[in-house]
């Protein structure tokens, strides 16, 4: 009896130290699309009318490519009636960083940024800029990860 006591305790607590301790693999992903609500715009963003709302789809790709356990590519949908690629994220301390380069009309590259919170594969409130041409920015309302 005292044997079985043993071996069922010696099996236990490895596994219960696994489960209570912090690892990477219990780290959420922020891979999914996400709905982002712009509002109190200010300048207007890419064609929008100035103090307009716009609403976007951000979709993450969460591989670690750009040098960060969590950081990636960046498509954002419904933008100007189509979908913009080539975007990248990282996620620092508990902050998300998502950039795209994106030519003007008059053949200036100009930036297009949204910086939040985030933590445990969500996104909070934060803001959204467009850096060139007109400099505009806004409040950027982030919904569920699925929700677009």
Do not use: W
């Amino acid at each position: 009896m005292n044997n079985k006591i043993r071996t069922l305790i010696a099996m236990a607590v490895p596994v219960l130290a696994f489960a209570l301790a912090p690892s990477a693999a219990k780290a959420q992903s922020y891979t999914g699309n996400y709905p982002v609500a712009v509002t109190e715009v200010k300048a207007g963003i890419a064609g929008t009318i100035p103090g307009g709302n716009v609403n976007f789809c951000l979709e993450l790709t969460d591989n670690g490519d750009y040098g960060r356990p969590h950081s990636g590519t960046a498509t954002l949908g419904d933008y100007e009636g189509g979908t913009l690629t080539g975007g990248e994220f990282y996620v620092l301390g508990n902050m998300i960083f998502v950039n795209f380069a994106i030519s003007s009309d008059n053949g200036e590259t100009v930036g297009l940024v949204l910086f939040a919170p985030a933590s445990n594969g969500k996104i909070g409130t934060g803001i959204f800029g467009d850096t060139g041409g007109v400099p505009s920015s806004g409040l950027a309302k982030v919904g569920a990860k699925g929700g677009c």
